[in-house]
């Protein structure tokens, strides 16, 4: 089974710290994908990425960056912690292919205090 | 890609089809239809796919209408399990990373 983790399920932080989400899969997919979700808001793409060192904004980029150095790994960056930026995170990876679908890891809950 | 809408609820009896409908008219000749399932603090998971015909796995059944506009989700015999947010997606192939669209989804809640 594909197995998509992420480094913690629930993070609290303050305003201003750097934040640092690490999501790790399994199944050498090269495509992996950075979301946030909120209540009556459903998913929204913060960044995504193709391939190693290779990222794409998605539709909400703003205060976050990625970084990919390895296949299999994925991390999301808050540089500066803000109360807005508090939400379900979730990493999700696939192979690039014509009908590909998406495993999602566990989520993490971020806390912005 | 296209939009779809969902229901925001539905109950079914454990034991009974659930059948979840979506529509989206405005779907593209080159974009499939897919259902994700959320469980309350979980992660999404994929549950099926389609693009012109009718498609069963083991979790499910997807039905698409002819003209495309609408589909159905069955889930044949659900159980208390089966309780979740279900996001109905259309979306074409493209090169590159394949994002989703996640709307709000249905929430389905199966009763005892």
């Known amino acids: 089974d594909v197995k998509v983790t992420q480094s913690s399920r629930y993070l609290v932080k303050r305003t201003g710290e750097k934040v640092f989400l690490e999501c790790v899969q399994d199944m050498d997919h090269e495509n992996m994908f950075w979301y946030r979700q909120d209540p009556g808001l459903g998913l929204r793409l913060i960044y995504f990425s193709y391939d190693v060192k290779m990222k794409e904004k998605g539709d909400i980029p703003e205060g976050y960056s990625v970084s990919r150095e390895k296949k299999e790994r994925f991390s999301l960056i808050l540089e500066s912690a803000s109360t807005n930026q508090t939400s379900m995170y979730l990493c999700?990876?696939?192979?690039?292919?014509?009908?590909?679908?998406?495993?999602f890891g566990p989520g993490t809950r971020l806390t912005v205090l | 890609d296209a939009k779809t809408t969902q229901p925001p609820s539905m109950d079914c009896a454990e034991g009974r089809a659930a059948n979840l409908p979506c529509n989206h008219s405005t779907i593209s000749g080159n974009e499939y239809v897919y259902w994700y399932r959320q469980i309350h603090s979980q992660g999404p998971q994929y549950i099926i796919h389609?693009?012109?015909n009718n498609e069963t796995n083991e979790m499910a059944s997807l039905i698409i209408t002819e003209d495309r506009k609408s589909s159905t989700l069955i889930l044949p015999h659900a159980t208390l399990r089966d309780t979740a947010v279900y996001y109905c997606?259309?979306?074409?192939?493209?090169?590159?990373?394949?994002?989703?669209?996640f709307g709000t989804g249905t929430r389905l809640t199966v009763i005892p």
């Open positions: 997606i259309v979306r074409a192939i493209q090169t590159g990373a394949n994002n989703l669209f």
């Open positions: 999700a990876s696939t192979t690039a292919g014509i009908t590909d679908t998406q495993y």
């Open positions: 389609g693009l012109k």
